[in-house]
């Protein structure tokens, strides 16, 4: 059953661009290889069929529940199911659940399974697979960033934690072995619910998961079943991971909706720096998109004219931000943070670094979304005076140093660290960039080891953005807390009516520009490329992996 988002479609068409064949060569001989062929020159028909997606950085996981990043969901999407796929139409198509009913109070969500549905153990996948899944995630002691997708569901509290600790949420309810019923605290907005919980959860197999819950739910995030899972339930299964080199699937032959057409499905980790080569080398076959795998701005103009690839361009609901740990004194005053705001050029990052493929951000709502108020954009104008004097304002101490914790793997972001910089030397502060790999960003992060830092965010259609600021959000590493934010947050997921929920996160939205728990400092538009052999395989908005079943190369 499909259920048509007419306005988020309408939003999309505007938004996409025309994917374009262009005929410019790209030059140069090749050696012909039947294993991995130059793009655009088809493999031997006898030869093995084999994808390769580049994404810039590591996955940190393959644990749905424990998976924080989006590079790990890139690879968990296809191995593991969820109930509904987001489709690049902005529709929801079966997966794993064949079909659903709602009530008309929009507080009871039904979900049918496919019967067909198997793990690669043979064992069938059933609604305990779908229950326990969702109780792990509520359960209080995993350690989890899943559960801002599923707190309003009946019997979990307001940051989505349950009630009890014996894996019983009172608002899941396993009907029968192919049927899952899922009651919310109040009536929700259908698009949410479906986005979030049908699309945004994958599932796990229970009776591979539950000896690592018992025997450690506090440590599954380090658990074997996080980077080395051996039953799988989707398109593909893990065959191996080279560490920060690429992820190897092999297609899972008895998957519920048909054989996988690819013989072998890569993930490689290519840095910004060489990524345009491997597109045109064909060492790649498609950018992944999203935030994870892009073609760089400097690039974009050869690579799009490139006769081998089609170019894909879109906005997603995704940004980039500088984050600031507001636990450290120096950063609690809004004011403190609002004079950062202020001091940087934000717009020349934009013309400069993105040569005009983005949008400058006041909120964590962007142009994508249908919740986006264009009016509050005009705020928080790159003023250099204004910042010094409001950091005067605030008692700043101009002799203290501050680091600007700066992930390596994306160009731009490290570029724009040292506008960043300039700009708040220029005000008088202090600063210094300190470059980590990705992965130590994200573990220093977590333990509340920086003062500044860059990083990105990859939102949902859905404006809800309590991940990132409420007072246990699982995004909020800062450490921020603000009761009108979480009030304000509290209420958005229980308003039904767009024309209700609009105003509400425009006056969300000011309430964040005027406490700037942290700052928003570009949407780029992603700048993607596919190979022309690639069949049923392009980036989008809502995704890459949607039909991953359906992905073939010529």
């Keep these: ?120 153990d043979g064992k069938p996948i059933t609604a305990e697979d779908v229950a326990y899944t969702f109780q792990v995630i509520a359960h209080p002691d995993t ?86 899972p051996t039953v799988f339930g989707g398109p593909f299964k893990l065959v191996q991971y080279v560490t920060d080199q690429h992820v190897e699937l092999a297609p899972n032959e008895n998957y519920f909706l048909g054989k996988p057409k690819l013989n072998k499905l890569f993930y490689k980790i290519v840095g910004q720096a060489t990524f345009s080569a491997a597109l045109e080398k064909g060492e790649i076959d498609l950018a992944a998109g999203n935030g994870v795998g892009e073609v760089p701005i400097a690039d974009w103009e050869k690579v799009s004219t490139l006769s081998t690839l089609n170019p894909v361009t879109y906005v997603a609901p995704s940004y980039q931000y500088l984050d600031i740990n507001v636990a450290k004194p120096e950063f609690s005053s809004p004011k403190v943070r609002q004079a950062i705001a202020h001091a940087i050029n934000r717009p020349l990052i934009v013309q400069r670094l993105l040569k005009g493929q983005g949008e400058v951000l006041n909120s964590p709502i962007n142009s994508a979304n249908k919740y986006y108020s264009k009016e509050l954009q005009s705020q928080l104008a790159y003023d250099p005076a204004k910042a010094k004097q409001m950091l005067q304002e605030a008692g700043w101490d101009f002799n203290k140093e501050v680091v600007l914790l700066t992930p390596t793997g994306n160009v731009v972001r490290e570029q724009s660290a040292d506008i960043i910089m300039a700009n708040l030397q220029e005000v008088g502060m202090k600063v210094k960039i300190e470059k980590v790999d990705f992965t130590t960003r994200q573990a220093r992060s977590a333990a509340g080891d920086f003062q500044l830092s860059l990083v990105g965010f990859s939102a949902t259609f859905d404006p809800d953005f309590s991940g990132q600021v409420s007072s246990t959000g699982a995004f909020n590493d800062r450490k921020y807390k603000n009761a009108k934010m979480d009030q304000l947050m509290a209420q958005g997921k229980e308003i039904v009516k767009f024309e209700q929920k609009k105003p509400h996160y425009d006056q969300a939205q000011q309430h964040f520009i005027d406490e700037m728990p942290f700052i928003p400092l570009y949407a780029v538009k992603a700048l993607t490329a596919v190979n022309k052999r690639v069949v049923a395989a392009q980036p989008s908005p809502a995704g890459l992996t949607w039909n991953a079943h359906l992905w073939d190369v010529k």
């Design 1 to 120: 059953m499909l259920r048509k988002k007419s306005a988020w479609l309408s939003l999309l068409l505007v938004l996409m661009l025309i994917v374009s064949a262009c005929s410019k060569p790209s030059g140069g001989d090749k050696t012909p290889d039947t294993n991995n062929p130059p793009a655009g020159e088809e493999k031997p028909s006898s030869g093995p069929k084999i994808l390769t997606i580049g994404m810039w950085s590591a996955p940190e996981s393959f644990n749905s529940i424990t998976n924080k990043t989006s590079y790990g969901t890139l690879i968990i999407s296809v191995v593991y199911p969820s109930l509904y796929a987001l489709t690049p139409k902005l529709e929801y198509e079966p997966r794993l659940a064949s079909s659903y009913t709602v009530n008309p109070e929009q507080t009871e969500f039904t979900f049918k399974l496919n019967p067909n549905a198997k793990w690669t």
């Design 143 to 228: 350690p989890t960033s899943r559960r801002s997708l599923i707190d309003t569901i009946k019997g979990l509290d307001a940051t989505g934690v349950s009630e009890t600790k014996d894996f019983n949420v009172s608002g899941i309810q396993v009907v029968d072995a192919q049927t899952i019923k899922f009651t919310t605290k109040k009536p929700v907005d259908f698009d949410a619910f479906m986005e979030k919980v049908a699309s945004g959860i994958y599932i796990m197999p229970k009776h591979m998961l539950e000896p690592f819950v018992k025997a450690d739910l506090k440590g599954l995030d380090k658990s074997e079943i996080t980077m080395k």
